[in-house]
């Protein structure tokens, strides 16, 4: 249920507290005496709590105060004042109509305090003949001193409560007669604080202008001696007024545009079966109404539709669940008695109170209710929210701005302002002078490990790299030849000996045996006996020589047992024999990891350009088997080997995220930086391992997030999902076209299509609907297009085949079909039949001559078709087109459609052009008619494309300006019916400039439009509004489906721009 508090035997006018300290409070005047005869006791002012917001139990309300009166209430009301007043009265100041044509002033504060102070503050007595029946005072804090009321007497008066003791009391146009019956509702205007508006029981509603002293308006909503109800005001639109009809043959409710018209309402709402008592327009949601009537329904309205949302309930389902349950009068159930006043609270949002004739005081939360409508109310929508887009995008708005805010926000501004530096110091591939400079910032943070890997970075960029590797590792050729030359110069003991003398000292002397075998060795040319005895008497130095004149072979073995024999006396030797031998790798392998720099200098001396890689890479294996990594990894980067020397890399970057707890993005910038570089240096084109590249992935999404698109789109590499996505975005991102540069192509789609076929519609069947219920639901539709758009109908089955020279079109605008023929020209909306009409049978002819006229089918459809597009059709029956004997007796049935159309009426279609598409008879002999050869074309499509649209020069100029001005509107537009008008604006000047195009505006229409665009954007309204009305007035006929936007064109930009 609704209901959240209840006030029982209390019938009354009631009146919400302004005040947001007592928000739950109300004012109740009671309109009956209380007694249970005849006799008047007077009436009683009571103030109640709802306690609607009471935190525990069910709201109970709780009478704070009262005061009795001399006579009964007819009306109240209750404002918080401007500041002078509320600073005297802190509850404001409360308001009585009473049946005797006063109105009383009281003090609220003074009727809870209960002192002996008297609550009454003033009292008025100007209306005569009857009572107060209307009274409310201004919502404009700066004019709640104004109170407008309005009586039976028909007359409406102004009182200035400056001083609330002596109140001022004047007429709204001293010049102006009284209106023809008693004042219903007066209401002020919700924009404009000098606007009031007052309904009359003559079918009235006056609109007064308290500036100018007159009336604005006269608004004729009913027919003589109906009554308007009641009345309210948009709340937020102040052209907007909605009047209620007591009539209960035509229980309406009527929606006018002030701007527009003040005789034919914008739109009509028709719910209630019997006459409406009240209205009232939600301060909250200009989206919802509330009616109440006397067919016992209270009705929640959505107007963005027209429709009824739901009804407020009744009560019974409370008083069946032991509720207390008074006496009704008569007997009569609770159903039957009906509310007479409905209210929203001004502060409670979604609640609402209501009076009934059942003597009982209800409030609602129709919170639950408003929700129905499928979108949330107004007061449940965010005042303000921020969404956060890809690229760091952030877009906020705000109730108290017009403008959406979107903002690039940056979250890692050292991560961008790295990755910029980094970009413009390798802009043209100076990838030599980076590595310097960050060895050189390197050298300044004694980082001794960074300073390596960007000493070896810069070496692998040099031309000459092995050579500046040698350089870089400590050997300088010139230092050590210089080295050497002055130990050869050096005098010491050594050099003091004579030849024979050191011959003795280092080399054993032979004996005679060994020297006579090897001069016999000698002698029959055996050298390798020789160099054999050679090697057995120690005379290493003669075996060499011996086998450098024995061949390459012994040559060969002579040297290896040499170096066999004498590198463990002097280790340089492993050297020399490793690079005499070719066996560097056996170099590495027995190499000592703790002197790895010597080895890679070895290796860059003598190494082959086809084998260094391998040699280089075997002793990365060598230290990093031997715990030694971060200089492996350093000879993996002499190898060019990216796989192996990332590793170390990777091994930096997951101690810097475990050190900070998350991502450390600026140590996964470092790598990126490291591989990319060393990646240029290899001048490889391969693909990066999963690993290596989902670390470039997370790297391009963190640029992307700060909005460095084209930056992000070169670093995003690999094939994984996140990969595919990440560019998929980026190419449809702002930067999209630069970002497609860096990728060199479209990235491909991430995600796999699947098609998914919709079912198949059903057909509905439609039968034509006769009854008198049908012209009232084509009322209602026909007024709810004019505030809601229109719904698709279902189609109805239609037989497929056409007569010869037809062919079925569907119409891009509405996507209606309609039929053409391909001989006449001849278009319809209605489907073309073949009807077969038999001629006598002359005597000398065997067969039957056939002959086919086209008929057009018109079926009813009376709530299937929107009423601005279709009207009600009538079938006629099948006639002879030679018998011209009988008429139709009435109009409706002699026209098709039911009305007075051109289709049968050729004076009419000569005067006003509108031929229709409904030709009731082909029939030329039939007396009155007139065969339509040619209908009305489809209309021109509302869409297009802009830069496909082709006009001639002279023309292209207005175009940009209507495109300008609409752009424009479009970032203002904010409310339902702005945008309303934008659509047709959008519409007509789709048409115009597609008619343009083809020629169909002659050049003097087309200067005009441009005088009248220019004029728009000078602000000159008044020559705009000159020349719209010109067009109008000459050439409505042939251009009417696109005067009609420029009409809104100028009302919208005057109100606007």
Request: charge should be negative; hydrophobic fraction near 35%; charged fraction near 20%.
């Amino acid at each position: 249920m609704t209901k959240v508090a209840q006030i029982e035997n209390k019938g009354g006018a009631l009146a919400w507290s302004p005040v947001a300290s007592h928000a739950d409070v109300i004012a109740l005047g009671a309109k009956d005496s209380g007694g249970v005869g005849f006799d008047d006791y007077g009436g009683e002012l009571e103030l109640y709590d709802l306690n609607i917001t009471c935190p525990e139990g069910k709201p109970t309300p709780q009478l704070i105060g009262s005061v009795k009166t001399t006579k009964r209430f007819s009306s109240i009301g209750w404002t918080k004042g401007t500041d002078a007043i509320s600073q005297h009265y802190g509850m404001g100041l409360l308001a009585g109509g009473m049946i005797d044509g006063t109105v009383n002033i009281w003090n609220p504060a003074a009727m809870i305090d209960g002192r002996s102070t008297d609550p009454l503050v003033s009292s008025m007595s100007r209306h005569s003949g009857g009572a107060v029946s209307a009274l409310q005072f201004n919502p404009h804090p700066a004019s709640a001193n104004l109170l407008a009321t309005g009586g039976s007497d028909g007359e409406v008066l102004i009182t200035s409560l400056d001083a609330p003791d002596q109140p001022n009391v004047y007429l709204p146009a001293p010049d102006t007669p009284k209106q023809g019956g008693e004042i219903t509702q007066v209401a002020w205007n919700t924009q404009v604080a000098h606007i009031v508006a007052s309904a009359c029981g003559d079918g009235s509603a006056v609109v007064w202008d308290l500036r100018q002293k007159k009336p604005w308006c006269e608004i004729r909503c009913e027919a003589s001696g109906i009554a308007v109800s009641d009345l309210a005001w948009n709340p937020t639109q102040g052209l907007y007024i909605i009047t209620a009809s007591a009539d209960d043959r035509n229980p309406v409710m009527k929606v006018w545009d002030l701007r527009a018209s003040t005789t034919m309402p914008l739109a009509t709402l028709a719910g209630h079966t019997q006459g409406i008592l009240s209205i009232d327009w939600c301060p909250h949601d200009d989206t919802l109404l509330l009616s109440c009537g006397k067919d016992n329904r209270t009705i929640l309205w959505d107007l963005s539709s027209l429709q009824p949302i739901a009804d407020v309930p009744n009560d019974n389902a409370d008083d069946a669940n032991g509720g207390s349950s008074m006496p009704t009068m008569g007997g009569l159930g609770t159903s039957q008695q009906k509310r007479y006043d409905v209210k929203w609270s001004p502060l409670q949002r979604g609640v609402i109170s209501t009076c009934s004739f059942d003597r009982k005081v209800q409030a609602h939360s129709v919170i639950g209710l408003a929700s129905k409508a499928a979108r949330p109310p107004k007061w449940l929508q965010p005042a303000s929210g921020v969404s956060c887009g890809f690229g760091g995008t952030v877009v906020s708005f705000s109730s108290t701005h017009k403008t959406v805010k979107v903002e690039s926000v940056v979250e890692e501004p050292d991560l961008k302002e790295a990755s910029l530096q980094f970009e413009y110091a390798t802009y043209n591939n100076e990838y030599t002078g980076f590595c310097r400079s960050m060895a050189t910032k390197a050298a300044e943070f004694e980082n001794a490990q960074e300073l390596q890997v960007w000493g070896y970075m810069q070496v692998i960029f040099e031309k000459n790299a092995r050579e500046q590797l040698l350089q870089y590792l400590g050997f300088d050729p010139v230092t050590i030849a210089q080295k050497a030359n002055e130990f050869g110069e050096k005098k010491d003991d050594i050099a003091s000996l004579s030849l024979e003398e050191t011959s003795k000292s280092r080399v054993p002397p032979m004996s005679k045996e060994a020297e006579d075998t090897v001069k016999q060795a000698l002698v029959v040319g055996n050298f390798e006996a020789a160099v054999e005895c050679c090697m057995r008497s120690g005379n290493l130095a003669d075996a060499l020589l011996l086998a450098s004149c024995g061949g390459a072979d012994l040559w060969a073995k002579t040297q290896a047992e040499y170096f066999a024999r004498e590198t463990k006396n002097r280790p340089f030797l492993a050297i020399v024999s490793a690079v005499v031998t070719g066996q560097l790798e056996r170099l590495v392998a027995d190499s000592n990891p703790t002197q790895w720099q010597e080895t890679l200098a070895i290796l860059s001396t003598y190494g082959t350009s086809e084998e260094f890689p391998a040699l280089c890479l075997a002793l990365g294996d060598r230290l990093e088997a031997a715990g030694d990594i971060p200089n492996a990894s350093l000879c993996y980067m002499c190898a060019l080997d990216l796989g192996h020397a990332a590793k170390y890399w990777r091994i930096q970057l997951e101690k810097a995220n475990k050190a900070k707890g998350e991502i450390d993005i600026l140590a996964l910038h470092g790598f990126v930086v490291k591989v990319t570089v060393f990646m240029q240096a290899m001048d490889s084109k391969t693909e990066l391992d999963p690993e290596i590249a989902y670390l470039f992935t997370c790297y391009a999404k963190a640029l992307a997030d700060q909005g460095s698109f084209q930056i992000a789109a070169k670093y995003c590499k690999g094939t994984s999902q996140e990969a595919k996505e990440l560019r998929h975005r980026l190419y449809y991102s702002k930067d999209g076209h630069a970002c497609a540069a860096v990728m060199g192509s479209v990235p491909e789609f991430p995600f796999s299509r699947k098609t998914i076929s919709a079912a198949p519609a059903r057909t509905v069947q439609q039968t034509p609907s006769a009854t008198n219920g049908t012209s009232r639901a084509h009322t209602k539709t026909a007024n709810q297009n004019a505030y809601a758009p229109q719904q698709q109908q279902p189609q109805t089955s239609a037989s497929s085949s056409l007569p010869s020279g037809w062919m079925k079109l569907s119409d891009p605008t509405s996507g209606r079909e309609y039929y053409y023929n391909q001989t006449s020209g001849e278009t319809t909306w209605d489907m073309p039949r073949a009807v077969k009409s038999v001629t006598p049978v002359a005597p000398q002819q065997s067969y039957q001559q056939q002959s086919y006229a086209t008929e057009t089918h018109h079926q009813a459809s009376a709530m299937q078709q929107p009423a601005v597009q279709q009207q009600e059709q009538v079938q006629q029956p099948a006639t002879n087109v030679n018998d011209t004997s009988k008429t139709p007796s009435k109009m409706a049935s002699k026209y098709g459609d039911g009305f007075v159309t051109s289709a049968s009426h050729p004076e009419l279609a000569q005067q006003y052009g509108n031929h229709g598409t409904s030709n009731a008879y082909m029939g030329t002999a039939r007396p009155g008619t007139a065969a339509v050869l040619k209908t009305a074309k489809a209309p021109v499509s509302g869409n297009f494309d802009s830069k496909t649209l082709v006009l001639q020069a002279e023309y292209e100029p207005i175009k940009a300006s209507m495109m300008d001005l609409v752009g424009k509107l479009s970032a203002l537009c904010v409310t339902v019916n702005d945008k309303r008008q934008l659509s047709e604006i959008e519409k007509g000047i789709t048409v115009f400039l597609k008619r343009l195009s083809r020629g169909d505006i002659d050049s003097e229409i087309a200067s005009k439009v441009g005088t009248m665009i220019s004029a728009l954007e000078n602000r000159d309204y008044v020559t705009a509004t000159g020349i719209q009305t010109s067009l109008v007035n000459s050439d409505w006929r042939d251009h009417k489906d696109w005067l009609k936007g420029i009409k809104f064109l100028i009302q919208l930009a005057s109100k606007k721009l």
